[in-house]
C-alpha cells in the first residue's frame, strides 16, 4: 500500500510505493499527477486482452498527465518495479506551478511533447503487427 504525506492547502504531496504497488489503473479518473524522484515506474496497458509494457520511467519523469491535464481516466496503469519516491500533484498545484515557472512550464511541454512522440511510434509498432506479434 503505498505510503502518502499530505502537505498543507492541497500543495505538492510525497508519495511512497513499494515494488509493486499500483500509482493508478487504466480506465481510472486521473486526479493526480506524479513527478518520480526516486525510483521506477512501468506503464502498462492491456491489448487483445495481454498486458504490454508501453514505457519504463525513473528519475525525473513524470506520469498521469493524460488523466490530470484532460480531466479524463488514465490510458494506461502505472506500477512502481522498484521502491519510489514521488511528489504527488492535484490539477490545481499543477496549474499555479506552471502559471508561475517559466522554466518549468518549457520542461513540462517538452515532457508532453516526447510523451506524445512515443505514443505515435507504438501506435506505429501496435498498428502494423498482428496481434499476437504486437504484445512483448
Known amino acids: 500500500m503505498p505510503e502518502s504525506a499530505?502537505?498543507?492547502a492541497g500543495g505538492p504531496q510525497e508519495s511512497r510505493f513499494k515494488a509493486g504497488d499500483v500509482l493508478f489503473r487504466e480506465g481510472e479518473v486521473g486526479h493526480r499527477l506524479?513527478?518520480?524522484?526516486?525510483?521506477?515506474?512501468?506503464?502498462?496497458?492491456?491489448?487483445?486482452g495481454n498486458k504490454a509494457t508501453l514505457a519504463e520511467l525513473g528519475a525525473?519523469?513524470?506520469?498521469?498527465?493524460v488523466g490530470i491535464?484532460?480531466?479524463?481516466?488514465?490510458?494506461a496503469t502505472a506500477t512502481?518495479?522498484?521502491?519510489?519516491?514521488c511528489i504527488a500533484?492535484?490539477?490545481?498545484?499543477?496549474?499555479?506551478?506552471?502559471?508561475?515557472?517559466?522554466?518549468l512550464s518549457v520542461r513540462f511541454i517538452r515532457g508532453l511533447a516526447e510523451r506524445?512522440?512515443?505514443?505515435?511510434?507504438?501506435?506505429?509498432?501496435?498498428g502494423s503487427r498482428e496481434a499476437v506479434m504486437r504484445v512483448t
Open 6 to 8: 499530505d502537505s498543507p
Open 34 to 48: 506524479y513527478v518520480i524522484r526516486e525510483g521506477a515506474v512501468r506503464l502498462t496497458k492491456i491489448i487483445d
Open 60 to 65: 525525473g519523469d513524470f506520469v498521469g498527465e
Open 69 to 75: 491535464v484532460c480531466n479524463t481516466k488514465h490510458t
Open 80 to 85: 512502481a518495479f522498484a521502491a519510489t519516491r
Open 89 to 103: 500533484l492535484d490539477a490545481n498545484t499543477l496549474e499555479k506551478l506552471v502559471a508561475a515557472d517559466v522554466e
Open 116 to 126: 506524445l512522440a512515443l505514443s505515435h511510434k507504438l501506435l506505429d509498432r501496435f
